[in-house]
């Protein structure tokens, strides 16, 4: 198939094309015309061709691409996280994994975008504004999570073997519609009245990253996975220029970011003002002011983008095979302030006002006693506990990403904001509940 600039179309084939992050996927894909089929264990949708069977079995895998006519894989098959199944994570993730990238390899098949995870570098204290230099700890926070990671390795040694190109996303915080986990967590929580509870003092940053989101950089990725790096026939110089070039900040949800300066600024308490204080307010004020001179975008030897990280990188950072990249909605936000939004469009769907109640507020010390009792109960009464010591760190903790070189390398920018994305969520979840009182 040809596209009108005469390139070669890829045809795709989504692994998990049935699940919450594969559906999205599989929607974009149909969006912009392109050739799509599903493998999965269950059909849930009838637009695209389908293909069923164990992904651990490379015949059965490699029957399917053969079949599909996949120039490209799209991987997004895994257990949902909490579950306490060491092996069946094993067997999916790390066993699964390896069979796709073998029958991708000998269906000379030209493209793997897996789906990952940013908490695969999450080792239980706070993660500010980590890049992808982060590595994983040396003992994972859960069977998930340790999964993923040797997934993930097992996906971009691949790359460049036999003809294959990988390359590995790490959404964080997955929301939207067709969430049947992190939002059906949250309305037990609005259903059984218990939304004023919180752990930990609400002054921690945490990621989410709309569902749309995470398909939109998967299509970037995928399509420019087997294009040349742009600053391949760059020099030293311009590839510094190229690293220092200014990005701007996320704004989708805001709409407005501003920076105080000398010139343009909001005045606090003095005791004789400064006597340019009118104008520097009105500048403050001015959405169009400009000022004086440009600010200079500096980078510290400590970013992945300064010139002294780019000289000793060991591959360019600038290409996309054989790379991983965190995506998240860039607008790290307060954990409890995201609950509260979600409880407050439940409230505002079902006429209640459980935002009215006042917060009791837990210390982390206690929830973890709390949680570490909860899992011995569980244990001994041989019950899942939906309590557990990793969700209240998950909880208390800092968790956020720096998605630089996804916008840089990848083209990524969000394409729809927070708010927005709780209020799609929110609406799916609730006519998926009108049309399945028995599931909810």
Known sequence: M???????????????GSGF??????????????AVSVFDIVQKYHDTPFYTGDITEEETVADALRKSGATC?????????????????????????????????SSGVRKLVFTSSAGLVF?????????????????????????????????????????????????????GPGDRQG????YDVWKRGQTHWQIGDNTNLF?????????????????KLDQPAPVDSMSEEELSELAAS?????????????????EARPLGPYVEPPPNAEQLEANWRNPDYKPSSARETRKSRFDQFS???????????FQVAGQAFFITNGEPVYFWDYARSIYHRFDKHYGTESYKKKPIVMSNTVGLILAHAAEWWGWLSGKQPAFTVYRVKLVCKHKWHNIEKARRVLGYEPIVDLDEGMRRTVDAYVQWIDANPAKA
């Open 2 to 16: 040809s596209s009108s600039t005469g390139k070669t179309r890829d045809v795709y084939i989504v692994f998990g």
């Open 21 to 34: 992050v594969g559906r999205h996927i599989v929607e974009q894909l149909l969006e912009r015309g392109d």
């Open 73 to 105: 894989i799209f991987h997004t098959v895994s257990p949902p996280h909490g579950m306490q199944d060491p092996a069946l994570y094993w067997r999916v993730n790390v066993d699964g994994t390896r069979t796709i990238v073998a029958a991708a390899q």
């Open 123 to 175: 080792n239980g204290g706070d993660l500010v504004n980590v890049d992808e230099r982060t590595p994983p700890p040396e003992k994972a926070m859960d069977a998930y999570n340790e999964s993923k990671a040797r997934a993930e390795e097992l996906v971009l040694s691949a790359n460049g073997v036999k003809g294959l190109l990988t390359v590995s996303l790490r959404p964080a915080g997955i929301f």
């Open 183 to 186: 939002t059906a967590g949250f």
């Open 207 to 223: 990621d989410w990253t709309y569902v749309g989101n995470v398909a939109h950089a998967h299509l970037l990725a995928a399509d």
């Open 246 to 262: 200014y990005l701007p900040p996320v704004t989708l949800t805001t709409g407005s970011h501003r920076i105080p300066t000398s």
């Open 307 to 317: 010139a002294g990280a780019l000289q000793h990188a060991s591959t360019s950072p």
